[in-house]
């Protein structure tokens, strides 16, 4: 197993954003976290990236505790996206992975040698680094661009170039393609499936896109009212009854 929680539980006040959760992904799964707004998914992603504490139960990566904070979990393989986008807006898409590559292995100096022009050839490794993960999400022709000037799909694939420079075991993906049309939102999910192949990367993603939970995810989990109330198969998920009452049977 590379994540279990147990009786997972967070409070906002009087809110039970996450009220008893309990279950275990294995390596390699590709599973969907669904559920209406406000069940909690989100809640339940920052829990596991350590991004907030637990009020009760706990949390095991690869056999042990994650970290106590966000940096220590991103340490151990966990990765994360965000519900809107989280890059920075005023660097180069190449500056922004390059940054994400120095958080990761703490050579700074290599990463300034690459982001400072006179003394670019000592940084010429970390560049072409952060270049192939560009092309690994389809942007490496923009890779001088401000992250300001790029459409939002394609912020989302950077993003994801982002978080694949931690090298995760698992990525955690909240709503990886909200906002996203029909041909974006399926071009997405391709490439993310292609990526966790590729690495034997394990993906928990939050959705509300039916296609793109349905159309990818081997396992999906369902959350109403910060609890877990069914995880299962696709096909068994869309025919369970509390499922279908809690989300498929919601006004739209
Ligand atoms: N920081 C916070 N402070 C207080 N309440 C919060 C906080 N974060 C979330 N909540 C509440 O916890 C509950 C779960 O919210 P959460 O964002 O996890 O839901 P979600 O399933 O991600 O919803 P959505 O599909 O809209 O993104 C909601 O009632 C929300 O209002
Ligand atoms: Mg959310």
Not at 157 to 179: Q, S, V
Not at 234 to 247: C, K, N
Request: contains cysteine; aromatic residues 6%; positive net charge.
């Amino acid at each position: 197993m590379i994540l279990e929680l147990q009786r997972v539980e967070k409070r906002f006040g009087g809110v039970r954003a996450v009220d008893g959760v309990t279950f275990a992904i294995d390596e390699g799964e590709f599973a969907a976290l669904i559920g209406p707004n406000g069940a909690g998914k989100t809640t339940l992603l920052a829990l596991i990236a350590a991004a907030l504490r637990c009020d009760a139960g706990s949390i095991l990566f690869a056999g042990a505790p994650i970290g106590a904070t966000p940096v220590q979990c991103a340490r151990l393989g966990i990765g994360r996206t965000f519900q809107n986008a989280q890059v920075f807006t005023s660097m180069t898409l190449r500056e922004n992975v390059l940054l994400a590559l120095a958080a990761r292995d703490r050579s700074a100096l290599a990463v300034g040698r690459a982001l400072w022009p006179d003394a670019r050839s000592a940084g010429a490794a970390v560049t072409s680094a952060a270049d192939e993960l560009l092309a690994r999400v389809g942007l490496r022709e923009h890779a001088l661009r401000a992250a300001a000037e790029i459409a939002y799909p394609d912020a989302k694939r950077l993003e994801l170039a982002i978080a694949l420079a931690g090298r995760p075991r698992l990525l955690l993906m909240d709503e990886p393609t909200a906002g996203m049309a029909a041909a974006e939102r399926l071009a997405l999910m391709d490439l993310v499936r292609a990526v966790a192949t590729h690495s034997r990367m394990t993906v928990l993603f939050t959705e509300h896109s039916m296609d793109a939970v349905f159309g990818y995810a081997r396992r999906v989990l369902v959350m109403a009212r910060g609890k877990l109330i069914a995880d299962g198969a696709p096909d068994a998920v869309r025919r369970d009854a509390a499922a279908q009452s809690a989300y498929f049977g919601a006004p739209a």
